[in-house]
């Protein structure tokens, strides 16, 4: 019996170590909200814009459906507001390039979701001033570069 309590209580502590309690998060590899994508994002506002609504600089995210600019969660909330107003849940986030989708409530993956590697390049271009490295994907080494 106290083996198993153990075991138990060993799995609760990997749980707490890799749950989002602690943090750490896996992005999906898939997303059924892909289809709200702005049929245009290969023209974008640069990564340095300021929030639309309060005109912060910093922590702003791109929204992926009217490219909107606004802020996060931790200035005013201005794109969670936007995506509670408006139903917009897939955004990019300026500050590190990732994709947060709120109607999944998770980071998406972009090395394998393919509808957002287009907008992720050129926000990296805007950003970073060179293409992003792109990882080979299960044997399909030529349509990403690397």
């Known amino acids: 019996m106290e083996s198993n309590a153990s075991s138990s209580s060993a799995w609760e502590e990997v749980g707490e170590l890799y749950g989002a309690e602690s943090g750490w998060v896996e992005a999906r590899k898939s997303c059924d909200h892909l289809p709200s994508l702005s049929t245009d994002l290969s023209?974008?506002?640069g990564p340095d814009s300021h929030c639309s609504r309060c005109q912060h600089p910093a922590e702003n995210w791109l929204c992926l459906t009217c490219k909107d600019v606004l802020c996060s969660r931790f200035i005013n909330k201005h794109m969670l507001n936007h995506h509670q107003e408006t139903g917009h849940c897939l955004a990019l986030s300026f500050s590190d390039l990732s994709v947060?989708?709120?109607?999944c409530d998770a980071y998406l993956d972009v090395q394998m979701i393919q509808q957002l590697q287009p907008v992720y390049e050129v926000a990296h271009l805007l950003k970073f001033g060179q293409r992003p490295p792109f990882q080979a994907i299960n044997g399909n080494e030529g349509s990403f570069s690397s």
Do not use: D, Q
């Open 43 to 45: 023209h974008i506002p």
């Open 100 to 103: 947060w989708c709120f109607a």
